[in-house]
């Protein structure tokens, strides 16, 4: 009997442990920064303009990781290692990779709002990371992250509508489309949310691509087809290259399966 009594102690203190795990800031005990934040940004920004190998998104993580400092926060280093572990967590092939890089994402993004709470910044890349989060564990993290990504977004939209080419809106049109794993949806609201968007940024291709997908969702698809012919005649920016041929691959797949 007290061997029972000790492995439920032991299984609940386990499960304690791994539950409080799961909310602090991911970083190891004693850990001492190397570098100052200003060079450390300065490098992984480098590294991040080639961020279609993965090893040096990779780099960049490690980079920003290594400059951190428990004891002396840094703003723009804490929001931007929330960014790059969020493209690091899409990229990887891996899943404990991608599973690592968004739980950091979400930590330092929050971390970061409440550092600079009139800042969209921190808002944004936590709730970016906790949709990827979402989208990943639908049946665990997609209802309940539901909440706190709307609030995330709407507070960056609160501050600066425009902040990330008006990738709020987009965040908030996605969980209306992707009802699949967030449970439940409005197509409709979608639709308001990325026309909203498009009235702000005329060269973010995400815009154009969802827009496509949420005219479709609405039996819109003449409107559809046009948002895709626009996306594919665009001329890319210099600096979302890697963006620019993510999306064009989608429309061009839609465009082969709907038209």
């Not at 040096?56 to 920003?64: F, G, Y």
């Not at 990229?91 to 990779?97: A, L």
């Not at 969980?175 to 990325?194: D, M, R, T």
Request: one cysteine or more.
């Amino acid at each position: 009997m007290r061997k029972f009594y000790r492995f439920i102690t032991i299984a609940l203190l386990s499960f304690w442990l791994i539950s409080c795990a799961s909310k602090v800031e991911t970083e190891p005990a004693g850990k001492k920064p190397t570098g100052s934040p200003a060079e450390a940004i300065a490098k992984a920004e480098a590294l991040f303009k080639e961020r279609e190998d993965v090893s040096k998104l990779r780099e960049a993580v490690q980079t920003l990781a290594a400059a951190r400092d428990m004891d002396n926060r840094n703003y723009e280093l804490e929001w931007k290692f929330s960014r790059f572990n969020y493209f690091l967590g899409k990229q990887s092939t891996d899943d404990k990779e991608s599973a690592k890089a968004f739980e950091e994402g979400v930590a330092a993004g929050k971390i970061a709002s409440r550092m600079e709470p009139e800042k969209p910044d921190g808002y944004f890349w936590y709730g970016a990371n906790l949709g990827e989060q979402a989208k990943r564990n639908p049946v665990t993290e997609g209802l309940k992250s539901v909440k706190d990504i709307r609030e995330a977004m709407n507070k960056v939209i609160e501050i600066q509508p425009d902040y990330q080419a008006a990738s709020a809106y987009d965040a908030l049109a996605q969980i209306e489309l992707k009802s699949g794993f967030l449970g439940g949806g409005n197509p409709k609201k979608a639709v308001e949310y990325l026309e909203k968007a498009l009235e702000l940024e005329k060269d973010n291709t995400y815009i154009y691509l969802h827009l496509a997908q949420a005219y479709l969702a609405v039996d819109r698809e003449a409107d559809a087809k046009k948002q895709l012919d626009y996306l594919l005649k665009m001329k890319p920016k210099p600096e979302y290259i890697p963006e620019y041929k993510e999306t064009t691959e989608e429309a061009k797949e839609l465009l082969k399966t709907r038209f």
